[in-house]
T-cell receptor, first 111, second 118 residues
Framework: GDSVTQMEGPVTLSEEAFLTINCTYTATGYPSLFWYVQYPGEGLQLLLKATKADDKGSNKGFEATYRKETTSFHLEKGSVQVSDSAVYFCALGSNDYKLSFGAGTTVTVRA | EPEVTQTPSHQVTQMGQEVILRCVPISNHLYFYWYRQILGQKVEFLVSFYNNEISEKSEIFDDQFSVERPDGSNFTLKIRSTKLEDSAMYFC????????????????FGAGSRLTVL
């Protein structure tokens, strides 16, 4: 079945550092790919998405490119801030009614 | 910005008790979901609901679970007889569509209800 594997955490960075969280997927069809973020005490929020190969999703300085050849959707941000401290989830949506999530990566940014 | 509201935020219950988790989805959304996350594990799909019936359910969603949309606004998850392993964060979500051909199913999640079974 469809599944997502993302980089294990936790990840600790200093402010203005470069962040990459790896995500790879397995799917039988042509899924859409998502990154969700969960800030402390809050729900899962959609960060960005890409619906087809070579699409790039971007939001709040984060980017991820849908790479069909490597079945990947790595999340990147060039210069992180303390406010980016959160848990990040890669997810896959196929033609049915559900999302398949990765395990989540906890990111802590120190001032 | 519209949001999905869940209550309670935290519930502690004894094993064997019934629990009802409540959700108010976004008002014009038609598809509703429950997911759960056991501490330290993946967010897992439980069930989807559309047009007053279950669209799909996972293996986790066995006979002790049920969902209901008792009125025009609430969407509930009932666990009939809780077990220790039901302890988790339960997330409700809603969407305006199922994704269609593109599969671009954008869900809006609530903040979650933490269930602790003792």
């Amino acid at each position: 079945g469809d599944s997502v594997t993302q980089m294990e955490g936790p990840v600790t960075l200093s402010e203005e550092a470069f962040l990459t969280i790896n995500c790879t997927y397995t799917a039988t069809g042509y899924p859409s790919l998502f990154w969700y973020v969960q800030y402390p005490g809050e729900g899962l929020q959609l960060l960005l998405k890409a619906t087809k190969a070579d699409d790039k999703g971007s939001n709040k300085g984060f980017e991820a490119t849908y790479r069909k050849e490597t079945t990947s959707f790595h999340l990147e941000k060039g210069s992180v801030q303390v406010s980016d401290s959160a848990v990040y989830f890669c997810a896959l949506g196929s033609n049915d009614y559900k999302l398949s999530f990765g395990a989540g990566t906890t990111v802590t940014v120190r001032a | 910005e519209p949001e999905v509201t869940q209550t309670p935020s935290h519930q502690v219950t004894q094993m064997g008790q019934e629990v009802i988790l409540r959700c108010v989805p976004i008002s014009n959304h038609l598809y509703f979901y429950w997911y759960r996350q056991i501490l330290g594990q993946k967010v897992e799909f439980l069930v989807s609901f559309y047009n007053n019936e279950i669209s799909e359910k996972s293996e986790i969603f066995d006979d002790q679970f049920s969902v209901e949309r008792p009125d025009g606004s609430n969407f509930t998850l009932k666990i009939r007889s809780t077990k220790l392993e039901d302890s988790a964060m339960y997330f409700c979500a809603s969407s305006s569509n199922s994704g269609g051909i593109s599969g671009a199913n954008v869900l809006t999640f609530g903040a979650g209800s933490r269930l602790t079974v003792l």
